[in-house]
């Protein structure tokens, strides 16, 4: 497709249930990352993966929270015991690395976000 | 993020009217992103500043970014109905822009 895209593009889930969120971001995009969005806020930083490898965890808000990109495309989102305040869209981008000057110009393409709700 | 605040946090507009959204930093950033959001839907994108002073524009949104990297505007004229949506500024504060900060967004609604 000429677009990132994520399933499902809703969930619904008991609390205590696994969900797993999945991205497939353009093809040949070397990073991908997830956001997470609460209702009414701007998009919050999860986590950055360069090829199969995740470089940047530092915003996942839990250990219940699990990402992983094996082959270097795909990449899946895994909220484990989920919880009232997991409630959230999570969105995934990608971008294709590009060097210019002493700046990384990096435009992130979004998918249309996973809406997560916890009852 | 407190780091980086957006101004309003709603705006309606009469259809054909000019309107500005700010978004201010409370450090320097090294690049500043505008993203167009409508409900359900991702994030698209608009455009990245990095220098300061600099200044784009397409179609009828001008954003610029002011000389010491820390306030942007974004500028749309004569609104129309398709411009209304939810608008994000993203900061890149480290200088790989891998981590973006938003801020909250701005509801602009548009009458016809």
């Known amino acids: 497709g000429a677009g990132v895209s994520q399933s499902p593009r809703y969930k619904v889930a008991k609390r205590g249930q696994d969900v797993a969120l999945r991205c497939d971001p353009i093809?040949?995009?070397?990073?991908l990352f997830w956001y997470q969005q609460a209702l009414g806020q701007g998009p919050e930083f999860l986590t950055y993966f360069q090829n199969e490898a995740q470089l940047d965890k530092s915003g996942l808000p839990s250990d219940r929270f699990f990402a992983e990109r094996p082959e270097g495309s795909v990449s899946t989102l895994k909220i484990q015991r989920t919880q009232q305040e997991d409630s959230a869209v999570y969105l995934c981008?990608?971008?294709?690395?590009?060097?210019?000057?002493?700046?990384?110009?990096?435009?992130?393409?979004f998918g249309p976000g996973t809406r997560l709700t916890v009852l | 993020s407190q780091e980086l605040e957006q101004s309003p946090q709603s705006l309606i507009v009469q259809e054909g009217k000019n309107l500005t959204i700010n978004c201010t930093s409370s450090?320097?950033?090294?690049?500043l992103y505008w993203y167009k959001q409508k409900y359900g839907e991702g994030l698209i994108f608009l455009m990245m500043?990095?220098?300061?002073?600099e200044e784009k524009s397409h179609e009828k949104i001008t954003a610029k970014l002011d000389e010491k990297k820390q306030q942007s505007s974004l500028h749309i004229t004569a609104s129309q109905p398709s411009h209304a949506g939810i608008y994000l500024c993203g900061a890149d504060f480290s200088g790989s822009a891998r981590q973006l900060t938003f801020g909250s967004g701005t509801q602009l609604t548009v009458l016809p």
């Open positions: 981008a990608s971008s294709l690395e590009t060097g210019r000057s002493q700046f990384i110009y990096n435009e992130q393409f």
């Open positions: 450090k320097t950033l090294y690049g």
């Open positions: 093809s040949g995009h070397v990073s």
């Open positions: 500043l990095q220098k300061g002073g």
